[in-house]
C-alpha cells in the first residue's frame, strides 16, 4: 500500500515528500519525474512566477544506482526563489518581516478561514501553504506512480476539453488525443478549440479576469478486479474522486458518462456485455461506466472529467475587509496566472496515477517489482480463463 | 474520529455496522433512525421489494437508557424476508440452492467484474453485497451522525433537481426547500416540477426503462474551519466528494456553482467579503463557493450536487453473457425499481452527515456530547472576536 | 489488508464485529469458531458466569454455504443471560435501573478514569464495555484469522508458562506442549507444574486473593518476510506487542529472548545462520530472535511471553472512594474468577492470529483464497531459490 | 491528530519526515532538538561513528520565526559523511560500487531476510535503511513532541535500569533520577551502578562482544483520560507498547510493574482509592499500574520498562552464509559499537513523547496551541469537580 505525506511553503526552501511502499527495483530516474514538473508549469496563461521556478526533483532517499530501494522515497523541489525569501520565511525566531505580512484576505482562496482556524494574524501563513504551488510535489509522486503503472502497459493521460465558454469536439482515442495535446499550449487535442481557447485567455487576460475549464483525465489498459464494493472507502470510484477533488479549486468531477447519464434513459446509458471477438472472454463497445462498475475497474478505459473554477486572483478587484483594521478593501493581486486548467490536467493525471498504483498494490501486491509483476500475470491469465 | 464498518447480504439476515467514535451521552432513539430508514425506502419509482422491507433500526449495543455511553454502536437492520431466504443464503455448508444460482451478468451492475475479482461462479455472491440495498445501513449511520450535529445546530438536508430530462428551478432557502421536499413524492421543492417528474418516471416504466437524476445536498450552519489544506486528504470536499461518489450508481459530484464555474469569469464567480452587518465579523452575500474554500468550510452552507445513473435493472433488455455457458443473452430483471433519486437524496444526506460529524470531531474533539459542546462553544466565542 | 470493529456491552444483547478483507472462498464453519470461544472460557479458576455464558458464534453475514464471500463478516455472540439484564441495559429512554447503577469504582479496573473520561455518573457504564468480557469476539475473530493462516499450514498455539509463583519448564516442541496443555486445566504443558498452578489457584481462592501470570503464545512456520523495517509501523514485532498489549491486564510482552536478552552477551544472543542441511537455503539453529528480525519474519517460529496481572477484582477489599457521595469504601466484588491466565492464552493466540493473518495479506494479497494461495506458492519457490 | 512518515539510508544524503497534525503557534527552534540529537548520540560503549555524525536539525519547512505554522513540518539530519558515499549510494543509474557491495548477512540483523523480502542481491539496500540510524530522525520527531507536551506541563524522561548483568536500585523520583542519569556516561540515576555498568562495558569491549539493557521512560504529569477502552486500538497501552517495540533491536516491553505482577497476589499489585487529601478528588499512593487503567492514563506517571538486546554486530565473528556464493563465513563488523542502551533510552522518550502528544491531540483537539490550551483547561477543571 502507497502512503505518503508532502509538505512546504510556497516561499520556503521546497516542497518535500516522503512516499512509502514503493516496490523495491522500480527503474526510476530524475528525468521521468522532471519531465512532468515541466509539463505542469507550461501552458497558455500561467504569469511570470512559472519562469523562476523551473522545477527539478532531487531524490533525497530511496533510489540507489536509478531503481528503488523498496525503503521510503524522500522526494524535493527546491525553490530556486529562496535566496529572495530566506528572510520572510525563517525558521528562526526573529521579529516578522513587516512588509510581507498580509492581513487582507482575497475572496476564493482559503486566506480567511485558514487565519480564523489556526489563529494566523499574518494570513501569509495560510497562503504559503494553502497555495496551488503544492501540487508540484504532488506531480512527482504521481509521476512515480506512472512509472510503477508503466511496467504493466497502464498509462494515465490528461487533455484540457473546456477553457470558460470554448468546448472542445469529444474525443475518441484517448491516447492519440493526449499526444496531440502535448502540442498545444492549453493541452487540448483539437487544434480549432486550442486557438479560441487562448484567444479566449488572451480576452480575459486584457479585461484583468481569470478563467477555469474542465479536463479530461483516462487510464488506458487497466486491469479488471481493482477496488471493491465489499466497503464504502474501497470503492475505486470513490478514492477516484476524491483524489481529483483534492486538487486546488477543483469544484465538480464526474465518472463516464456522468452528469449526463443522470439525463439519459437507463437503456441508452448501460454499456452491454458481449463474447470477446479477439480473444476469450467478454467484452463492452461502449464505455458509458467510465471503466468503473460497482466501485471495481471492468477492463474498459477509466474516464474522469474534473471542473476547475477560475483562478481566485484577479486583476479586477473584489472586494474584501482587513482582518487587522476591520476596514474593507478591494483584493490585491498576489499573482498573475489568468488560466492554470492545462497544467491542472497534468496534476490530474498525478493525483489519478497515485490512486491506480495504489489499487495496483492492493490487488497484487509485491515487496519488489517482479513479485508484483509475478502476482499480476497469474491473475492476467486467471482473468483470461474466467 | 468517527469510524464504522457496515456489512450484510441484500437477501441474508440483515445489514449491521459497527460505529465507533460517537460521543457519550448523546440523546438518541430509534425513532430518529426510522424516519429515515422510511424516507429512504419512499419515492415515487420504486418497485415491489420495498414493501416487504419496511426497515426498523436495532440498537444491538452502545445505546442505554435512550444515551449513547460512548461506546462503539452496533446498528442492526433486519431483513424481513429472511425466511423466504434462509436456504439460499445459509452460512452452514451445503450444496448450492440450484434455482437460485446465478450466471448471467447485468450490464451497469458489478456482477461480472465482481466475480472475476472475488472468483466467484455464482454471481450471486456478488450482487447480494454490491447491491443498494446496503445503503439501508449507512442511512442509520448518517442518522446518528445527524443526531449529534443537531447537538450543533447544523443541520444536512437534501432535495431532487432534476429526474432525467425534468429539472426543478433553482432553490433559495435551502430549507424551506426540503420541507416542501418532504411532501413531494420525487423529493423535489417545485410542485410543477414534481408533477412533471412523476409523469417522466411513469413514461419511462411504461417502457420498461429507467431514469436517474440530480440530488442537492447543504449543510446549513457549518461551523467556520472544519477541513483543512494541509494535507490532501485533509479537504473536507475532497472528503466530502468521496463520499457522495461511494453511494452505488453516482456518476458525478459538484459542490457550489462546480461545474458551471468552469464557463465564467472569475469576477463572476468567487464571493467578496464584506463586514457583517448583523454581528462582529465577515460575511459574504454570495455562496459560489458552496461553503468551501481551500477545502474548509466558511461558515455559509456547504452545498453538493450528485448525479446518479438510470437504474441499472430493467425490463427493457440489454445484452450480456453467461459466464457458465459463455453464451450470448438478453439481460434479466433482478428488481423492478424505475428511479431511485429520491432514496439517494437521503442517502447522498447520510454520507454527507457522517464526513461533517467526523470533521466537528476532529476539529471539536470530546469523548462525550458536554465536552464537545464546551469545545465548541469557546471556539465559536474565539471565532466572533476575531 | 483486514481490519475490525466490535461492539458490545457485557450484560448487554451480546457482542458483534465486523470483520473486513478476509478473501473470498475460505472454508468457515461455526464449529471452528466455537472450538476457540470454548476453550476461552474454561479453565480452572473461573467463577461462576462462565457458566452462564456458553459461548455460540453467528455468522450474521459474510458466509454462505460454508465459504467466505469476500464480504465483510458480520460476527455475533449473544449474551445468554440477556432476559435477566433487558431492563438495566435497555437501548430506549427510560429511568436508570437504581439498583444496578455502579458509584463505587474499583481498583485496578477502568472504573474511575473511565468515568472521568466519559462524563458517566454510572459507572456500570464503563465496566460493561472496560470488561474483559470483550476477548469472547476478539476470540472469534482470531479463529477466522487461524482459518485463513492454516490454508499455509502456519499455526497459531500458546500455553501456561506461570502462575503467580509457580514455573513450568522451558518448552522445546511447541505443537507438542501446546497439545498437552490443552488436556491441562490450567493450559500448562508440564503436568507437574499444572498441579502446582491448580494448588496455588486454589489457595488464593481461599485467600479471597487473585492471580495473575505468563503464557507463551507462538506462531509456527511462518513465512520469510512478513512485516517491513521500511516504516516503524509496518515492524511486526511492533505490531504483534500492540495487539498482544491490547489484551485487558496485560502488563508485559517480550519476544525470543526477550528481557533474558538484555542480561546477555551479544555472542549468546544472536542466531547464527547456517546453509541448509536438509534443502536449499538457510538455517538458524536457534531462535533467541523469536523469529523476528528488524520487524520481520525469518521463518523461525515466532514467539511472545506475554505477562498477565492479577484479576483486579478481589473478595479480600481493596479501598477506595464512591463517586456520588466521596466517602471511602472497601471495594466490592462484581465477579470472582480467581486466574483467568488460561483463557488469556487463548486470547493471545487470537490477536496474534490476527495480525499474522493480515501479514500474511499485506505480502500476498488476494482477492479469494487461490489467488493468495497462488502469489504464496510463487513466492516460497522464489525464496527457496534465493 | 499526529501522522508521520520518515526516509532516508544511513550513508544517503540524510534522513527526513514529515511530521503532520502538530498545531499553529507551537514554539519552536532547532536548538530545542538538537539537543536530543545530541543526547541520542553520547553514552558510553559508542564506536567511531558517532565522531562523524554531529546530528543537526534543519527545518525545512513549518516552522517560521520561531513557531509552527499548522502545516507539515518538514524534518531533515544531513548526513555530515555523504562526500565519501555519494558514489556508493548515488541515486543515478550506474554500475554498483563493487567493493561495497555487501552479500554477507549479519546474524540478528535484517540482512538475510530483508534481502529475500525485497529480492536485493546487494544486502547493503538492506541494512541502510534497518539501521538503528533511522532513529535519529525520530529523536527529532519526538522532541517536537515534547515541546508540545511540555505547554501542558507533561515530561517524558529517561534513564539506564540495566546494563547485562548490572543493575541499577529502584528509582523514587523520575525526575531527580533523570537529572542525574543526564550526567552519567551511561544514563544511569546511580553513581555505583554507573561505574559497574561503565566497566561491564569496557569488559564486554575487550571481549569483542557487546550488551544490552534496560531502560525506564516515565511520563509525568499526564492527564487522567488518554486513550480508551472502547476498541481495541484505542487502547494507550498498546499504542505505547508498539511504539517501544518499534525500535531497533528491543526484545521486550513492560507497563507498570509488568512481569513482576504476574508472579505476585492481586492484593499486592492494584492500586487502592484514597479521597485526595491535597485536592478535591482522589489519590492513588501506589502506581503498580504504571499510570494506566483499561488503556487508559489515570493521572499518575506513565512508566514503561524496554528490553534492548545486545547489538548485533560483534569483533567476535559468528557464522553466516554468503548469499552470492552460498559459503559458509564467519560474518564481519560493519560498525564499532558495544552498547547503546544509554541513546535507546533517549529514542525510548522520543517514540513515547510522539504517542503521548498524539493522544493529547485526540483529547483536546486544536489547531492551534492556544486551542488545544483553552480545551485543556476546561477540561481539567471538569475533572477536579467530578
Given at each position: 500500500?502507497?502512503r ?5 511553503e510556497?516561499?520556503?526552501k521546497?516542497?518535500?515528500a516522503?512516499?512509502e ?7 526510476l ?5 522532471n519531465?512532468?514538473l ?7 496563461g500561467?504569469?511570470g ?7 527539478q ?6 533510489v ?7 525503503n ?6 527546491r525553490?530556486?526563489?529562496w ?6 520565511m525563517?525558521?528562526?525566531?526573529g ?7 498580509v492581513?487582507r ?5 482559503a ?23 503544492e ?6 509522486i ?8 508503466a ?15 470554448v ?13 496531440r ?8 487535442a ?14 480575459a487576460?486584457h ?5 477555469g475549464g ?5 487510464v488506458?489498459?487497466p486491469?479488471?478486479g481493482?477496488?471493491s ?20 479549486a477543483?469544484?465538480?468531477?464526474e465518472?463516464g ?15 452491454d ?5 479477439i480473444?476469450?472472454?467478454?467484452e463492452?463497445?461502449?464505455n458509458n ?17 474534473v ?9 479586477q478587484?473584489?472586494?474584501?475587509v ?17 488560466c492554470?486548467?492545462?497544467a ?5 493525471e498525478a ?8 489499487a495496483?498494490?492492493e490487488?497484487f ?20 480463463n474466467?
Amino acid at each position: 500500500m502507497l502512503r505518503y505525506l508532502n509538505a512546504g511553503e510556497s516561499h520556503g526552501k521546497g516542497l518535500m515528500a516522503v512516499l512509502e511502499g514503493v516496490p523495491a527495483g522500480l527503474p526510476l530516474t530524475a528525468e521521468m519525474i522532471n519531465g512532468d514538473l515541466a509539463r505542469r508549469q507550461g501552458g497558455y496563461g500561467r504569469g511570470g512566477r512559472m519562469r523562476i521556478e523551473k522545477d527539478q526533483i532531487e531524490f533525497y532517499c530511496g533510489v540507489r544506482k536509478g531503481k528503488t530501494l523498496g525503503n521510503p522515497l524522500g522526494l524535493m523541489i527546491r525553490n530556486r526563489d529562496w535566496d529572495n525569501w530566506q528572510d520572510v520565511m525563517a525558521a528562526e525566531p526573529g521579529p516578522p518581516s513587516v512588509e510581507r505580512v498580509v492581513t487582507r484576505p482575497r475572496p476564493g482562496h482559503a486566506d480567511l478561514v485558514g487565519a480564523m482556524k489556526y489563529g494566523h494574524r499574518d494570513i501569509r501563513n495560510v497562503l504559503e501553504k494553502a497555495s496551488a504551488r503544492e501540487t508540484a510535489i504532488r506531480v512527482a509522486i504521481g509521476a512515480v506512480a506512472k512509472t510503477l503503472l508503466a511496467e504493466f502497459d497502464v498509462r494515465v493521460v490528461s487533455y484540457t476539453i473546456r477553457i470558460g465558454s470554448v468546448v472542445a469536439p469529444r474525443v475518441d482515442d484517448y491516447v492519440e488525443a493526449f499526444e496531440r495535446a502535448e502540442h498545444s499550449q492549453v493541452r487540448c487535442a483539437d487544434a480549432v478549440a486550442s486557438e479560441k481557447m487562448i484567444e479566449h485567455i488572451r480576452s480575459a487576460k486584457h479585461k484583468g479576469d481569470s478563467l477555469g475549464g474542465v479536463f479530461e483525465v483516462v487510464v488506458t489498459n487497466p486491469p479488471i478486479g481493482l477496488g471493491s464494493y465489499a466497503q464504502w472507502d474501497r470503492r475505486l470510484s470513490a478514492r477516484l474522486a476524491m483524489a481529483a477533488m483534492s486538487i486546488q479549486a477543483m469544484k465538480g468531477v464526474e465518472i463516464g458518462m456522468g452528469f449526463e447519464s443522470a439525463q439519459r434513459f437507463g437503456s441508452e446509458v448501460h454499456d452491454d456485455i458481449y463474447p470477446s471477438e479477439i480473444q476469450p472472454g467478454f467484452e463492452r463497445r461502449t464505455n458509458n461506466a467510465g471503466g468503473l462498475e460497482g466501485g471495481i475497474t471492468n477492463g474498459q478505459p477509466v474516464i474522469l472529467r474534473v471542473a476547475m473554477k477560475p483562478i481566485a486572483t484577479l486583476y479586477q478587484p473584489k472586494n474584501s475587509v482587513d482582518i487587522q483594521t476591520k476596514e474593507p478593501f478591494e483584493a490585491t493581486v498576489e499573482r498573475s496566472d489568468v488560466c492554470t486548467v492545462p497544467a491542472a490536467g497534468v496534476v490530474g493525471e498525478a493525483v489519478i496515477a497515485y490512486e491506480m498504483a495504489n489499487a495496483m498494490l492492493e490487488k497484487f501486491s509485491g515487496d519488489c517489482v517482479d513479485e508484483m509483476k509475478r502476482n499480476f500475470a497469474a491473475y492476467q491469465e486467471y482473468v483470461k480463463n474466467f
